[in-house]
């Protein structure tokens, strides 16, 4: 049988809500990876030092096993120095939504008026907090992403100390990007290295393939599997695993969100391994984030195997990418 290890996986970006969809995602997640950055975008979302406290706690509860750790962040707004010195310490990174792009995205930022945010962004650079961007302006679908383009030239350009990352990209416009400034990082998901907008609606509607921001083009497929397969030193995984209950997917109004957390390693060792480059998935599942965050995860070594796996119908009340079809790999055990 072939089998596959890896070193302490990291999802750079992962939605765990609260409650009850807390703890029935939360384990899911802990299980495989020794780390994850939690989204803010509750209801309201996570934005003082009590939030952030609070909600670590509660993920921690949440969570069976103790060698996991939840990298929490706080929901952009245009902090003072001060409060960013209060919590530094909390916190991996700031999490920059444009008002109502997305899913619990409202209170965002309506515009990129750089002088106003120069404050909040200067002395994020000094404190060395990376800025997160859910980057998508509010024109037409598909071109929302690379019309954001020039936002993250603006805030690359007057902050070159600012670690800013590129969340769930999906564009080869986004990865043209990636080696223009230094201080520009990406994100990409599991789903968006599998699926181009025909997946989502060029058959039957498949509001389980369906989140914020769309799958693309094949040619920005392409683009996005060149960068991860080579594993880009600038390039990290980030889920972007986004649980709704089977109601507000499957419904009049389908809800933005994949969920992946169950699926998510199994998927990418399977892509790795069809284009032969499973050797690189240890630096984009784990050793860039490493890199890039300075973070020293909790030891955790998961060994897969290609096998048979048939997803799971359902978690609770959420519907994961692929339920019911069979997977190539399998977890075969954790140490
Ligand atoms: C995310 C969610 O449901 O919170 N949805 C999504 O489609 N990705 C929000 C986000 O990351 O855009
Ligand atoms: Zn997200």
Request: proline share 7%.
């Amino acid at each position: 049988m072939k089998t596959h290890t890896i070193l302490m996986p990291l999802d750079m970006h992962l939605h765990l809500r609260d409650a009850v969809m807390l703890e029935t995602v939360a384990p899911l997640t802990a299980y495989s990876y020794s780390g994850a950055i939690i989204m803010p975008n509750l209801v309201p979302p996570v934005t003082t030092l009590e939030d952030v406290k609070a909600y670590k706690q509660r993920v921690m509860a949440a969570v069976p096993n103790d060698n996991f750790e939840p990298y929490m962040t706080i929901f952009y707004k245009n902090y003072d120095k001060a409060f960013l010195e209060s919590i530094a310490s909390e916190i991996v990174a700031i999490k920059l939504y444009p008002a109502g792009i997305t899913t619990n995205s409202e209170g965002g930022v309506s515009s990129f008026d750089i002088e106003e945010m120069r404050p909040t962004l200067e002395a994020m650079s000094e404190l060395e907090i990376p800025l997160c961007v859910h980057g998508e302006t509010d024109g037409f679908v598909m071109d929302r992403e690379a019309e954001f383009m020039p936002v993250y030239e603006l805030l690359a350009k007057n902050f070159p100390k600012l670690k800013i990352i590129m969340e769930h990209i999906t564009t080869k416009a986004a990865v043209d990007m990636l080696d223009k400034y230094e201080n520009l990082y990406a994100t990409i998901t599991v789903h968006h290295l599998l699926l181009t907008l025909d997946d989502v609606i060029g058959g039957m509607m498949m509001p389980h393939h369906f989140c914020k921001p769309i799958a693309k083009r094949p040619e920005d497929l392409d683009a996005l599997l060149t960068v991860a397969l080579s594993a880009h030193p600038k390039v990290m995984f980030g889920s972007d695993s986004a649980p709704h209950p089977q109601h507000a997917k499957e419904s009049c109004g389908c809800a933005a969100g994949v969920f992946t957390a169950p699926i998510s390693l199994q998927l990418l060792c399977e892509i790795f391994e069809q284009y032969d480059k499973l050797d690189n998935l240890q630096a984009f599942v784990s050793d860039n984030a490493q890199n890039i965050y300075g973070i020293c995860p909790e030891f955790k070594e998961v060994t897969l195997e290609k096998r048979t796996f048939v997803v799971p119908e359902k978690y609770g009340s959420v519907v994961p990418m692929y339920a019911g079809e069979a997977i190539a790999w399998a977890i075969e055990s954790i140490d």
